[in-house]
């Protein structure tokens, strides 16, 4: 069975600091989605890490994978308010990654940026 | 570009009632799916359709069935609801092509169950 593990799942940190959200998934599928929830709205998708080493940066996120140790980072530098969402990570079920399959998400990182 | 779209935005039934969830894509997608996101469970796959006229289960499939009318639009119906669905219901499309091949998500649905 196909696991996607992330901690915390809940975070709360002041602006200003840094701090990473970890991703352990148990495929050996090389590619992993990141994306951003807000309260009652959709999945906005924030970062799509195609191979080992691959490493995204969009303003103050930065995400990261390493297939071999199945683990993806995603960091947040100099936290602000704007930021407070929850946050998942995603695998396909196919881990060749380039099929239909569906994807199995973990169950989210609800971060709360206070001033 | 409307992207995903879902119909109805909210519903509430009671139980043993039937209704149909509507998705539609406009990205020209070969593949679509129809999640269900429950508090502190992240997202489950119900149902997907690699291409138009296939159709797979995902995860939790059970007191579900699914059409895919055809490349744009794929429907989720619940033939007897009950309150263990209700829930958030996100459809999404994606590509099925290499590349980034990430899915697309629509605003979501709703569904209360009494």
């Known amino acids: 069975e196909l696991k996607v593990e992330q901690n915390p799942l809940f975070l709360s940190m002041q602006e200003g600091k840094n701090y990473t959200i970890y991703c352990n998934y148990s495929?050996?599928?090389?590619?992993l989605y990141w994306y951003r929830q807000d309260p009652g709205k959709s999945l906005e998708s924030l970062f799509v890490l195609l191979s080992n080493g691959a490493v995204k940066q969009e303003g103050r996120l930065m995400a990261s994978l390493d297939t071999k140790a199945r683990l993806s980072t995603l960091h947040i530098t100099a936290a602000v308010h704007d930021l407070s969402a929850t946050y998942f990570c995603a695998v396909d079920q196919d881990p060749s990654g380039g099929g239909a399959d569906g994807l199995t998400f973990g169950k989210g990182t609800h971060l709360i940026i206070q001033p | 570009n409307a992207g995903v779209t879902q119909t109805p935005k909210f519903q509430v039934l009671k139980t043993g009632q039937s209704m149909t969830l509507q998705c539609a894509q406009d990205m020209n997608h070969n593949s679509m799916y129809w999640y269900r996101q429950d508090p502190g469970m992240g997202l489950r796959l119900i149902y997907y359709s690699a291409s138009e006229g296939t159709t797979d289960k995902g995860e939790v499939p059970n007191g579900y069935n699914v059409s895919r009318l055809n490349k744009r639009e794929f429907s989720l119906r619940l033939e007897s609801a009950a309150p263990s669905q209700t829930s958030v219901y996100f459809c999404a499309s994606r590509s099925g092509t290499s590349g980034f091949n990430e899915q697309f998500f629509g605003p979501g649905t709703r569904l209360t169950v009494l």
């Open positions: 495929t050996t599928s090389d590619r």
